[in-house]
């Protein structure tokens, strides 16, 4: 399994923009579908967004289409989610995931390798 390690939360006012990062180990980041789900407090995990190993495919919960963007760098190893015109209902702590595959498919997977996560917390 990858390793994984979130980086990039933090405190902002609603309306603004953040970038979370998630960097993975090994060398065969290219072979994984990866996943940011977030978890708010109280309330279960839930999916976010989802990227194929090229990149070429992605898909979107409606709850964020259109504010946030998943990409990915495979020569660095890094999963990114750009977040932008936060609202309250984003706040939560984001997990970014992954699962190894050969196909396109991004969800639903079963993803298998989790990082522990990184708090997003939005202000009015």
């Known amino acids: 399994q990858v390793q994984l390690v979130e980086s990039g939360g933090g405190l902002v006012q609603a309306g603004g923009s953040l970038r979370l990062s998630c960097h993975a180990s090994g060398r065969t980041f290219s072979s994984y579908a990866m996943a940011w789900f977030r978890q708010a407090p109280g309330k279960e995990r839930n999916f976010v967004a989802a990227i194929s190993w090229s990149g070429s495919s992605t898909f979107y919960a409606d709850s964020v289409k259109g504010r946030l963007t998943i990409s990915r760098d495979n020569a660095k190893n890094t999963l990114y989610l750009q977040m932008n015109s936060l609202e309250l209902k984003d706040t939560a702590v984001y997990y970014c995931?992954?699962?190894?595959?050969?196909?396109?498919?991004?969800?639903?997977?079963?993803?298998?390798?989790w990082g522990q996560g990184t708090q997003v917390t939005v202000s009015s």
């Open positions: 995931a992954a699962v190894r595959t050969n196909t396109q498919v991004v969800y639903p997977l079963r993803y298998d390798s």
